[in-house]
């Protein structure tokens, strides 16, 4: 069974950029598709984007043109590029292995001046 664990959240100003990362602890090679999700307080927790093993990416309308998801396999990582950043991007951003239905712990973005 693979573990995930995020880095890369903490505090910016509106429009900084932030990298997050999810570094698996086995191989990812074998997840067809990984995704970053979101969820701010008093709300539902809504998918960011996706990325398949094949680098095929679907991203959710509020974040398209700012962010992007990218996946090294070798390294056994996926990456969320945030550029552009909002206050309304405030969140805990989890990272998941869809195929496997596994979840991430979560790491904070929050954006404000």
């Known amino acids: 069974q693979v573990q995930l664990v995020e880095s890369g959240g903490g505090w910016v100003q509106p429009g900084g950029s932030l990298r997050l990362s999810c570094a698996a602890s086995?191989?990812?090679?074998?997840?067809?598709?990984m995704g970053w999700y979101r969820q701010a307080p008093g709300k539902q927790r809504e998918l960011v984007a996706t990325?398949?093993?094949?680098?095929?990416?679907n991203y959710a309308e509020s974040v398209k043109g700012r962010f992007t998801i990218s996946r090294d396999n070798a390294k056994n990582t996926v990456y969320l590029q945030m550029n552009s950043l909002k206050p309304e991007d405030t969140a805990v951003y989890y990272c998941?292995?869809?195929?496997?239905?596994?979840w991430g712990q979560g790491t904070q973005v929050t954006v404000s001046s």
């Open positions: 998941k292995a869809i195929d496997m239905e596994t």
């Open positions: 086995g191989s990812m090679f074998s997840i067809n598709v």
């Open positions: 990325i398949t093993r094949g680098y095929m990416t």
